[in-house]
């Protein structure tokens, strides 16, 4: 019996200053023992909450389920004890695999060799027992995906339960310059405390991330309802059925969305052709409404929320002044968006003080390589 099934336990892998929200969420969805570790959250669950949560999840970007655990003395060891899992029960010729690897503090101190000493054993155990033939690894989409994580010696072998990491919604698949990224998204409308019930406007929505994670909050739609395949069914304890009644049971869930709650905007005329184009991918997702307009020309709007992502020069044209560039939308927020909260993530922090408006919250939060802030302004 491997160690997921023996406890119950699991790790959530989840973005720095996502811990909190990420943890609520859990819980929310039937997870117990939600506990913070280093790059992410333990919780332990039962197999239909594991599909529930890799089914639904907005805010976490893989779930691991741990086979074995031991102490390691050198790359050899590691590779005799996790000989001890016979890998041809989780995997079969025709399928395919990858192995990454985490270490820190250990000394085996590469990951790289961490992974190469895991996938040789799965290799040299396929060669052993059918004559010399193997799995092909594929590193982009395979259909086992190993994890080998080690911590003072402590190694763990373990399964994503996910597949393609659960930011991948499917629904983006065309991108301006610089996206932010999903779970980054949905973050923000869940710092914003948005259900839904209220108007939104990204007035610089790019290709669309923010208003689609905007609609699949608000019609309560799985955040993972495009996937088609996920890593838990690898797992040899996978029950169809349970699977099939855990989707059945959160597609009817699913609310239709106000006409004309959510709405954006864009000057590029080819970012909102990208952004109609990725939320038309979204059930019902054809209702949700974008134009081509510069936030400066945009009438005043309603009361209500406004998020967005300013491209802070990664997609502007070169030689633009950001600081009057950001000037201009405080503007934009003082003079057309009375009574509205506005929620705006600056990649580059330096140009918080050309917005001209008291911020009430500033929150670290990154997005790919930028350690930027998530700032909260409101307009009375």
């Not at 160690?3 to 609520?24: H, K, P, T």
């Not at 980054?184 to 869940?190: G, Q």
Request: hydrophobic letters at 40%.
């Amino acid at each position: 019996m491997f160690l997921y099934q023996a406890r119950g336990e699991y790790f959530a892998q989840v973005a720095g200053g996502l811990e909190e929200l990420a943890a609520a969420e859990l819980r929310a969805l039937g997870a117990e023992d939600v506990r913070a570790i280093p790059r992410g959250l333990d919780f332990r669950c039962d197999r239909e909450t594991l599909y529930r949560i890799n089914y639904r999840a907005r805010l976490i970007s893989r779930v691991q389920a741990p086979l074995t655990r031991f102490d390691i003395t050198s790359g050899e060891d590691l590779y005799l004890k996790t000989k001890k899992i016979d890998w041809t029960h989780l995997l079969s010729l025709d399928q395919t695999f990858a192995v990454d690897g985490n270490v820190s503090r250990s000394v085996i101190d590469n990951s790289h060799f961490a992974a190469l000493k895991v996938k040789d054993v799965v290799v040299d155990m396929f060669r052993a027992r059918y004559k010399g033939k193997r799995p092909n690894v594929d590193t982009k989409e395979p259909d086992l995906a190993i994890n080998v994580h080690i911590r003072n010696n402590t190694a763990t072998i373990a399964i994503d339960c996910s597949g393609a990491p659960l930011h991948r919604r499917g629904y983006r698949l065309q991108a301006v310059a610089a996206p932010m990224q999903e779970t980054l998204a949905a973050a923000i409308l869940d710092f914003a405390e948005w259900e839904g019930k209220q108007p939104l406007y990204d007035p610089m929505c790019g290709s669309g991330t923010l208003l689609a994670e905007a609609w699949l909050k608000a019609g309560r739609l799985p955040a993972n309802v495009l996937r088609r395949k996920f890593g838990f069914m690898m797992l040899p304890d996978y029950n169809r059925n349970d699977w099939v009644k855990v989707k059945f049971t959160e597609d009817n869930r699913v609310q239709p969305v106000r006409g004309g709650l959510i709405k954006g905007s864009d000057i590029d005329p080819e970012a909102v052709r990208m952004a109609r184009e990725n939320t038309a991918r979204l059930p019902g997702g054809d209702e949700l409404r974008v134009r081509t307009c510069d936030f400066r020309d945009l009438p005043e709007l309603p009361p209500g929320l406004v998020v967005c992502n300013p491209p802070y020069g990664l997609r502007l044209e070169q030689g633009t002044d950001m600081a009057a560039f950001m000037t201009a939308f405080g503007d934009f927020l003082k003079q057309k968006c009375k009574g509205s909260r506005a929620w705006v993530y600056l990649g580059d922090r330096e140009l918080i003080k050309h917005v001209g408006l008291k911020a009430q919250r500033k929150i670290p939060l990154m997005n790919g390589g930028l350690d930027g802030r998530l700032v909260l302004y409101e307009m009375h």
